[in-house]
């Protein structure tokens, strides 16, 4: 039998490792928000304006350049600490290609992940991402060159030693299975291959070993606890919040990850589990294994 829940909270730092912010959106008030909900850190990644993509590298410094000035706006007004990642949209790849055609689409994004990459090296940026390949439907001849370019993109991380956040698409253990083979081609370590948006299933045997970030929807943090084991590789929490007023709240909200790591608390404490063990892989999620993955210690 289940015993009574008893009370117990987790007083360490509450990361979102994927969330985006926008200067025409919520902005800083989605910041205000996560952190009055109890959220200590945040991985901010760059947020294409599709609208708009940049055809040029300069055009590319621009649109890194106003990401990295959100995150130091953060810092400063709502005094929590985060990282930035950096990095073109594969999604961008693929509109541009339909623009400029495959050749051109694909050199500046490559210029773009390069560019990326020189902010890691300086450590404006702690990781490259989101990066990966589309993950909707598209020609045989355009998932090909998708899966090529991202094998490119996976060998410039490695030389480099960068951290990457991958968009793919959802196909259960097969997205991480071929994930991890195009990872094992490039040379890049495997516990700096994220899979971001990731469904809340921990096992080895769904996720080929590869680090992610879960989607915290609702009903995932049963499914995290259950899915989860003591030599699980490394994970986090993330909402994805898109920040755009033309679709309020999407994906998740800012609150979300300091809620659900209430939730997880809560939840694992009344299924009787050992409160040190709770306490220590809430550490490993917001702490340890950032700093082991984007060599970034979260306050």
Same mark, same amino acid.
């Given at each position: 039998?289940i015993?009574?829940a008893?009370?117990?909270?987790?007083?360490?730092?509450?990361?979102?490792?994927? !969330? %985006? =912010?926008?200067?025409?959106?919520?902005?800083? +008030?989605?910041?205000?928000?996560?952190? @009055?909900? #109890?959220?200590?850190?945040?991985?901010?990644?760059?947020?294409?304006?599709?609208?708009?993509?940049?055809?040029?590298?300069?055009?590319?410094?621009?649109?890194?350049s106003?990401?990295?000035?959100?995150?130091?706006?953060?810092?400063?007004?709502?005094?929590?600490?985060?990282?930035?990642?950096?990095?073109?949209?594969?999604?961008?790849?693929?509109?541009?290609?339909?623009?400029?055609?495959?050749?051109?689409?694909?050199? !500046? %994004? =490559?210029?773009?992940?390069?560019?990326?990459? +020189?902010?890691?090296?300086?450590?404006? @940026?702690? #990781?490259?991402?989101?990066?990966?390949?589309?993950?909707?439907?598209?020609?045989?001849?355009?998932?090909?060159?998708?899966?090529?370019?991202?094998?490119?993109?996976?060998?410039?991380?490695?030389?480099?030693?960068?951290?990457?956040?991958?968009?793919?698409?959802?196909?259960?253990?097969?997205?991480c299975?071929?994930?991890?083979?195009?990872?094992?081609?490039?040379?890049?370590?495997?516990?700096?291959?994220?899979?971001?948006?990731?469904?809340?299933?921990?096992?080895?045997?769904?996720?080929?070993?590869?680090?992610?970030?879960?989607?915290?929807?609702?009903?995932?943090?049963?499914?995290?606890?259950?899915?989860?084991?003591?030599?699980?590789?490394?994970?986090?929490?993330?909402?994805?919040?898109?920040?755009?007023?033309?679709?309020?709240?999407?994906?998740?909200?800012?609150r979300?990850?300091?809620?659900?790591?209430?939730?997880?608390?809560?939840?694992?404490?009344?299924?009787?589990?050992?409160?040190?063990?709770l306490?220590?892989?809430?550490?490993?999620?917001?702490?340890?294994?950032?700093?082991?993955?984007?060599?970034?210690?979260?306050?």
């Amino acid at each position: 039998m289940i015993p009574p829940a008893r009370e117990w909270s987790w007083q360490g730092p509450i990361v979102d490792h994927h !969330i %985006h =912010l926008d200067k025409s959106g919520q902005g800083i +008030e989605a910041a205000k928000a996560f952190k @009055a909900s #109890g959220g200590t850190s945040m991985l901010l990644v760059h947020k294409p304006d599709f609208s708009s993509l940049p055809v040029d590298g300069e055009g590319y410094r621009a649109a890194y350049s106003s990401t990295l000035e959100m995150a130091d706006y953060v810092r400063k007004k709502v005094d929590i600490d985060v990282g930035v990642i950096l990095g073109p949209h594969p999604v961008a790849w693929d509109h541009q290609v339909d623009e400029m055609g495959i050749q051109a689409a694909s050199e !500046i %994004h =490559l210029e773009a992940v390069s560019i990326a990459l +020189e902010h890691v090296n300086e450590r404006d @940026a702690v #990781g490259l991402g989101e990066v990966g390949r589309p993950h909707y439907a598209v020609s045989e001849e355009r998932w090909r060159y998708a899966n090529d370019l991202l094998l490119d993109v996976l060998k410039m991380a490695k030389e480099d030693d960068s951290a990457v956040q991958l968009h793919v698409e959802e196909n259960a253990e097969e997205t991480c299975r071929s994930i991890d083979e195009i990872r094992s081609k490039s040379g890049l370590d495997r516990k700096k291959t994220v899979r971001h948006y990731a469904p809340a299933n921990l096992s080895d045997a769904f996720r080929s070993k590869l680090p992610c970030t879960v989607s915290v929807g609702r009903g995932s943090i049963a499914q995290i606890i259950d899915s989860w084991n003591e030599g699980a590789a490394y994970w986090g929490m993330e909402t994805d919040y898109l920040d755009d007023p033309r679709r309020p709240g999407a994906v998740l909200g800012p609150r979300t990850v300091p809620r659900r790591t209430k939730e997880f608390c809560d939840e694992w404490i009344r299924l009787g589990k050992k409160e040190q063990i709770l306490d220590e892989l809430l550490h490993r999620v917001n702490r340890d294994w950032i700093e082991s993955i984007y060599g970034w210690s979260p306050d």
